[in-house]
Nanobody
Framework: QVQLVESGGDLVQAGGSLRLSCLASGTSFSLYFTGWYRQAPGKQREFLAA???????EYADSVEGRFTISRDNAKNSVYLQMNSLKPEDTAVYYC?????????????????WGQGTQVTVSS
């Protein structure tokens, strides 16, 4: 069992940056793939980025080049550095973790979720 708690969401102007953090508790976190999703009002939850235990990464096209995912297994933490933020990035951001979806992929099955942290980007 893994518990996830996100932090770092805030109100920021367009073009600004934020760094989200996710602290995990429970055993075996370092063995899981982990990543970030977001959900804007009236929209489905959207995959953003994933990272393996070996630090291989994958990004959604919408954020590649602007967002960077990283993890620190010693601190049971995963991070999302978000640069060049746009108003359309406004959403609740969720950390998640789970086993790999299939061999050769960084995508994973999100078994565990945090409660989310609000990011609002003003124009």
């Amino acid at each position: 069992q893994v518990q996830l708690v996100e932090s770092g969401g805030d109100l920021v102007q367009a073009g600004g940056s934020l760094r989200l953090s996710c602290l995990a508790s429970g055993t075996s976190f370092s063995l899981y793939f982990t990543g970030w999703y977001r959900q804007a009002p009236g929209k489905q939850r959207e995959f953003l980025a994933a990272i393996s235990s070996g630090d291989s990464t994958e990004y959604a096209d919408s954020v590649e080049g602007r967002f960077t995912i990283s993890r620190d297994n010693a601190k049971n933490s995963v991070y999302l550095q978000m640069n060049s933020l746009k108003p359309e990035d406004t959403a609740v951001y969720y950390c998640s973790a789970g086993p790999r979806l299939r061999s050769g992929s960084i995508r994973y099955i999100p078994l565990y979720w945090g409660q989310g942290t609000q990011v609002t980007v003003s124009s």
